[in-house]
């Protein structure tokens, strides 16, 4: 009797034991897909994306800019900046240089292979511009045997490539450069997005470019985020959609656009 009392105690104690490692592997498990955020990032940004960032008085501030920030202040983590050129930001999140950026990135299928990104935060496309003076050329499609300018990375550089017969591409690192060569009589025209060549013709380019022809390849800007980390994504997603519902988003919009954000229905 004591035999076989020892015998199902042992029974006992040993399912007690499994029972225990089984909650502890559990546990273990969500501990592991919950793991929290860092307490600092460090994220990139381009050298100038007016208006989304660009250098005043000696800092970077932009649409993008303000975002990241609100964003960070919104998820509870610092934020270290780091400026580099455009093509050189996937690369940088690649190696693990930076944890973030924003630089008015296309979400594109080629890119999602190579990093993560967040929710879309702006829907651009891509514009042609050319001389004020200039009654040629109308759309992309009389761009075909043309020299076009636009910057080095670019999905409009691609775009270039694959879509626009007999085009040369001048592709510059910084977009001024791009703008100064269509206006010096280098290149026929730019190809970039709109966002961009519609500030630089109201501002430095006013009587000097114009945009003609239609919005080409709609495209989503999103905050690019180094390759597997989920739970940053998921942290960047859900403070930007608060944003979004108390209004900051709005307000930031309205500040750098000067207009209210399209409707996302």
Same mark, same amino acid.
């Given at each position: 009797?004591?035999?076989?009392?020892?015998?199902? #105690?042992?029974?006992?104690?040993?399912? +007690?034991?499994?029972?225990?490692?089984?909650?502890?592997?559990?546990?273990?498990?969500?501990?592991?897909?919950? #793991?929290? =955020?860092?307490?600092?990032?460090?994220?990139?940004?381009?050298?100038?994306?007016?208006?989304?960032?660009?250098?005043?008085?000696?800092?970077?501030?932009?649409?993008?800019?303000?975002?990241?920030?609100?964003?960070?202040?919104?998820?509870?983590?610092?934020?270290?900046?780091?400026?580099?050129?455009?093509?050189?930001?996937?690369?940088?999140?690649?190696?693990?240089?930076?944890?973030?950026?924003?630089?008015? $990135?296309?979400?594109? @299928?080629?890119?999602?292979?190579?990093?993560?990104?967040?929710?879309?935060?702006?829907?651009?496309?891509? $514009?042609?511009?050319?001389?004020?003076?200039? @009654? @040629? $050329?109308?759309?992309?499609?009389? =761009?075909?045997?043309?020299?076009? #300018?636009?910057?080095?990375?670019?999905?409009?550089?691609?775009?270039?490539?694959?879509?626009?017969?007999?085009?040369?591409?001048?592709?510059?690192?910084?977009?001024?450069?791009?703008?100064?060569?269509?206006?010096?009589?280098? +290149?026929?025209?730019?190809?970039?997005?709109?966002?961009?060549?519609?500030?630089? $013709?109201?501002?430095?380019?006013?009587?000097?470019?114009?945009?003609?022809?239609? =919005?080409?390849?709609?495209?989503?800007?999103?905050?690019?985020? +180094?390759?597997?980390?989920?739970? =940053?994504?998921?942290?960047?997603?859900?403070?930007?959609?608060?944003?979004?519902?108390?209004?900051?988003?709005? @307000?930031?919009?309205?500040?750098?656009?000067?207009?209210?954000?399209?409707?996302?229905?």
């Amino acid at each position: 009797m004591n035999y076989r009392r020892s015998f199902f #105690a042992g029974l006992a104690i040993t399912a +007690s034991l499994a029972m225990t490692a089984g909650l502890s592997a559990c546990s273990s498990g969500e501990s592991e897909a919950e #793991a929290p =955020l860092e307490d600092s990032y460090t994220y990139a940004t381009d050298t100038s994306f007016v208006p989304f960032e660009f250098k005043k008085d000696g800092e970077y501030v932009g649409f993008d800019i303000d975002i990241i920030n609100a964003i960070a202040d919104e998820a509870g983590f610092e934020l270290k900046q780091e400026v580099t050129n455009f093509d050189g930001i996937i690369p940088g999140l690649q190696t693990g240089s930076f944890d973030l950026a924003v630089a008015g $990135i296309s979400i594109t @299928d080629e890119r999602k292979e190579a990093i993560d990104f967040s929710d879309p935060y702006y829907k651009s496309g891509l $514009i042609v511009g050319v001389p004020a003076d200039n @009654d @040629d $050329i109308k759309s992309v499609d009389d =761009l075909e045997g043309k020299t076009v #300018a636009t910057r080095l990375g670019s999905t409009s550089a691609a775009y270039i490539k694959e879509n626009i017969k007999g085009a040369e591409s001048n592709t510059y690192e910084q977009l001024d450069q791009a703008y100064l060569s269509v206006q010096s009589g280098s +290149s026929d025209a730019v190809l970039y997005d709109q966002p961009n060549v519609a500030y630089y $013709i109201r501002t430095e380019g006013e009587d000097k470019l114009k945009m003609v022809g239609d =919005l080409l390849e709609a495209q989503d800007y999103g905050i690019a985020i +180094s390759k597997d980390n989920d739970n =940053l994504v998921d942290a960047v997603n859900e403070a930007m959609g608060t944003i979004k519902d108390n209004g900051t988003y709005d @307000d930031l919009y309205k500040e750098w656009f000067g207009e209210e954000p399209p409707s996302e229905d």
